[in-house]
């Protein structure tokens, strides 16, 4: 199993490179798991992995705005809310890049 850790304890240092054009390319990353997703489609999404990846693993009620709070991309629920982020996280992948802030999310929520 690759280490969890909650959404208050992540950290935005690994920087994504993209061989191909990416609009996330230098920005810094996190990974993102929702539910109970398997280590085999952890692997096909974010693979491959070298072991030293660290997702961070969220409840399955998380909605958008919840998430982006406790990543500290927005200062409360309601000002992501406010600013569009008031969606159910969607099952599958997804990928979320805020400019501004030079971050990107990239979140992979069970299938149900």
Request: net charge neutral; hydrophobic share 40%.
């Amino acid at each position: 199993m690759k280490d969890m850790i909650k959404p208050e304890e992540a950290k935005f240092d690994e920087v994504f490179i993209s061989p191909a054009k990416h609009k996330a390319s230098g920005f810094q990353c996190v990974n993102v798991i929702v539910g109970d997703v398997s280590d085999e489609d952890i692997e096909s999404i974010f693979g491959p992995l070298t072991g030293n990846e660290v997702f961070v693993k969220c409840d399955i009620k998380s909605q958008w705005g919840h998430l982006l709070k406790a990543l500290s991309i927005f200062k409360s629920v309601s000002l992501a809310r406010k600013n569009g982020w008031n969606k159910d996280i969607e099952p599958g992948f997804s990928e979320a890049v805020f400019k501004k802030q030079c971050k990107a999310l990239f979140v992979l929520k069970e299938m149900a």
